[in-house]
Structures are given as C-alpha cells and as structure tokens.
C-alpha cells in the first residue's frame, strides 16, 4: 500500500509538472492537489504551488507558499530565489535584495540567484548593475537562456540595440521551454522593430497570440482569423483592440487604411474598450463600434464581443488589431502623414474652449506624468515628478491636468514647492469620461507628457503634443520622430533615467512657444 501511494503522489507530482510546463495551469493545479493529499509532507510540493501560483498573477499567495517551503528547507536557493521573485512583483525591492543577498553570501555559485537579482536592480532602473548581475550569472552558467535575454533587455535600456538583438538570438538557441520562447520572440520583435526593422518586427509580434505565451489573450470568436495578403474587398471584417487603452488608440492608426481595404461594399466591425467606443464610433461613421469584454478563465485572459452575440456568422473575417500592422505597416515610410485619425465632439471642444478661458491667462498646456499601470517594471519610463519642476516653472503658460487617477499629491507639490498652480479641469472623469477628454485636448494649445492612454487620444486627436520617452522606446521604430502621430514631437532623455537634461531642454523649448 505505501509502495502504491508513494507511485500515485509521484504520477500526480509529475503530471502536475508537466501540465504546468505546457501552459495548462488549471489541470496542473488540479494534479498538485492531488499529489499533495497523497504527501505527508506538504512542505515538498509548497515552492511548486507557489511558482505556479505566482505565474497565475497570485504573488502574495506564491509569498506564503515559497516562505512556507523556505521553513521546512532554510537556505534553499531555489526557494530563496522565488520568494525574491513574489517579493519584487510586489515591487519590495529592498526585501527581495535582502533574500537575495543571503543566498548569494550562503553559496555564490547559482546563476539562477545572481540573474534574479539583475531583474531586482532592472525594475528600479538600475540598467548598469542589472548588466553586472546578468553577466556574473552568464560566467556561471553560459547556458542560461534567461540571463542572455536579460541581459539583452539591458544592452536595449543602454541604447544598444544591436548587442540586445545579439543576446535574445543566444537566448533563443539555449533549451528553453516553450513559453519562454515565446516570451524572447515577443521581445525581439520590439528590438527588431527599435533597429528599424519593422516588418520582421510586426512578424515576431505574433509570438503574442501563441497559445503557449504566458500571457495571451483568447480571442473567443468562431470565425476565420484574416492573415496578411488576404483580400479585404466587399468583406465583412472584425477588428478586436486588445492589450492597453493606449495601445488600443495607437495601433488604430492603420484603421484608416482597412476602411479603404474593405472598399464601398465592404463592412468594417470594431471591438474596442467600453470607454473608447463613442470617440471610434464618431471617428468611423460607417462602422458598427461596440464593446469588447475580457474575463479571466483557468488563469488566462480570454477577450469576448458580446454585442455581436447571435450574429457573429455576419463576419466573413476577425483579426486583433495590431496583426494587421503586419501587411499595412512594415517600414516607418508606410505610416501616412495623416494628422489625426479620431474625431472629437466640436461641441463639447467648443465648450472646453470656453472654460478654459476662465483659467489663469497664458498657453493652455494639458499635463500629463504617470501611468496608473506601473506592474512590470513601467514605472521606469515615467520621471519622478519633482524632475517637471523647470516645465511646470515655464513663463507664459498654463498649465492644466490631465492626469487621471489620484494625483492629489502632486498638485500639491507642485503648489507647495515649486510654486505651480496646476488647474483642474471642472466637471469630468479625467479616467473615465475619454470622449469628453478627447475634447478637452482638443481645446488645449498643447499637450505634455508621457506615453499613456491619455496622450495617445490627444495625438489620435490631432492636437499638438510633446511626448517625452525613454531612449529604448521602441514605437519610435527607430526613427528620431514618431511615426504614429506625425504632429508628435519627441523628446529623448541622453541616458535611461537620466530626465533632467531632457526636462530642462522641454522647458526652453516651452519658453520660446510661449
């Protein structure tokens, strides 16, 4: 009888694994369950449960587990290693350094703790000690193929794409499982397309919707999916938005280009977020706009459009949105010089000129500075908000916010130390009511910020904007403007992280506007 369940938990033990190496996470839990009622020792199978706890967005629960399985087995680097992990995901960055650190001065030689600790110093911004890290786990193990990815990433954060694109192939050629390889296409496509190569770019994009990409979003429309080179004419076509608000509103720039595709007799659909629906829909007259809507089953995001519910045989064709950028967007010469592909209210732009005439005299500069998505390391790409002091100090403007969520505190900053009285914009949902702030930059001289949904519908709009960006963006396609917007101008710090210099030349150039 022991014989037997000491074989039953290890068949369960195994097949948990291997569902979870797969991509299955909800039979994989479904097996670890299993193999842990068979286990006397639950504390074996607890840094299992936790990694793939923390896979499935879960890291506090994954914390529980990895510390739980670290009390039964100290000094484990492995567990050591995944307990930073759920640490820095929750954006702790001293405690995973200090796990991290004592597992490094218990036994130095495991290249899985020092590449963890690159991933620590990278999410703060630290690109130069990242590489270091990187580089001590790759003389550990050359093998690593996250370490040569990371390490990439880095090379790409210091402004030297060729040596990132040079690590991910290694990367790729190193054993890997297959979500992995996923991930490391993905990410070749945006250094790809960052060296100006865009076509292959946008063809290593597709790495996306592999159903083994940790992260993919199901499409769940039974209908046949367009691929490049398909003939658009007198079709009926559904065009899902998919990953961000903002990326939504930036890839709609090739939209122009499917209506001309589909051609008088054609019938273009789009599934865009709730909120962009009525700024799309005044935009493409002629389309049917509505709603798309995203729930989460067995860990995985699976996207639905539900106002199409029993009519969806309408549909000769359905493609995501950005994989049509594939055969409309394969160089930056392709991106038209088209000024604006969205259409604010006139009326509603008519009334927010009118307010704002009740603001402080001077240039009217909407402002923008955070994005309220800062997981995976993106608030890297936003400065901390005393470095806008020089903008904020700027003669002869105004300056209004854009900034939806809570920024309270940066209003107030800005009035306490830097002197600024940023004006508030009445009556509106800065994060909710989009087609009225499409308005309002539609009735500002200019706008000022980084690249998050907001800036995107005032560029979308046609309004005159400066984005400032970090010197690794790869939406510049490699270019020194910005090829989606082409009333854009860009602005590009010298180094990552390195705002002041970039800060100081947006405010001359503010002076001399002004």
């Known amino acids: 009888v022991e014989k037997q369940a000491h074989r039953d938990r290890t068949v369960w033990y195994m097949l948990a694994l291997a569902r979870e190496m797969s991509g299955d996470f909800a039979s994989s839990i479904t097996c670890y369950e299993a193999a842990l009622k068979l286990m006397p020792d639950h504390a074996e199978v607890a840094n299992n449960l936790g990694r793939l706890a923390f896979r499935l967005g879960h890291t506090e629960v994954a914390e529980k587990l990895f510390r739980a399985f670290l009390k039964r087995f100290p000094n484990h680097h492995e567990g050591a290693n995944n307990l930073a992990c759920a640490l820095r995901a929750q954006m702790r960055f001293d405690e995973a350094v200090e796990v991290l650190r004592a597992a490094i001065l218990e036994d130095p030689s495991h290249a899985v703790v020092w590449n963890t600790l690159g991933t620590v110093m990278a999410e703060q911004g630290d690109s130069e000690n990242a590489a270091i890290f990187f580089d001590e786990a790759l003389r550990l193990d050359p093998e690593f193929a996250k370490a040569h990815y990371n390490r990439g990433n880095m090379s790409l954060a210091l402004g030297d794409p060729a040596h990132a694109l040079e690590c991910c192939e290694t990367a790729l050629t190193k054993k890997i499982t297959e979500d992995e390889r996923q991930m490391m296409l993905l990410a070749r496509s945006t250094i790809k397309i960052n060296l100006g190569r865009v076509g292959e770019g946008w063809d290593d994009y597709e790495a996306r919707l592999s159903p083994h990409f940790a992260d993919v979003t199901v499409f769940s429309v039974n209908r046949p999916r367009w691929t490049p080179g398909d003939d658009l004419t ?92 594939r055969q409309y967007r394969r160089s930056p010469e392709a991106f038209p010089d088209r ?176």
Request: net charge negative; with cysteine; charged share 20%.
């Open 234 to 325: 007198g079709k009926s076509l559904l065009v899902i938005g998919e990953q961000g608000l903002g990326d939504e509103i930036l890839f709609a720039n090739v939209l122009p280009d499917i209506q001309e595709a589909l051609g008088p007799n054609g019938r273009l659909t789009l599934a865009v977020e709730a909120r962009l629906v009525p700024l799309f829909q005044r935009a493409f007259p002629t389309a049917e706009v509505g709603a798309h809507r995203t729930l989460k089953i067995d860990g995985r995001s699976h996207r639905f459009v539900p106002f199409l519910d029993g009519r969806m045989e309408e549909i000769d064709l359905y493609t995501p949105i950005a994989s049509l950028l």
């Open 339 to 514: 000024v604006g592909f969205l259409t604010p209210d006139p009326a509603r732009v008519a009334h927010w000129r009118t307010q704002l005439e009740a603001a402080p005299a001077g240039l009217k500069v909407g402002l923008l500075w955070k994005s309220n998505i800062i997981n995976g390391g993106r608030h890297r790409f936003f400065s901390p908000f005393e470095q806008w002091a020089p903008v904020l100090r700027a003669p002869g403007a105004t300056m209004v916010n854009l900034q939806y969520g809570d920024c309270a505190a940066e209003l107030e900053q800005a009035r306490r130390d830097f002197g600024v009285e940023i004006w508030n914009p009445p009556g509106i949902d800065l994060k909710q009511d989009l087609d009225d702030v499409a308005a309002l930059c539609g009735a500002l001289d200019l706008v000022i910020g980084f690249s998050n949904a907001t800036l995107n519908i005032a560029a979308a709009c046609g309004a005159p904007t400066w984005l400032i960006t970090a010197p690794a963006a790869w939406t510049r396609l490699g270019t020194d403007r910005y090829p989606w917007y082409p009333q854009v101008r860009s602005f590009v710090p010298p180094a990552f992280r390195d705002w002041a210099p970039v800060m100081a030349e947006v405010a001359d150039e503010l002076a001399k506007l002004t």
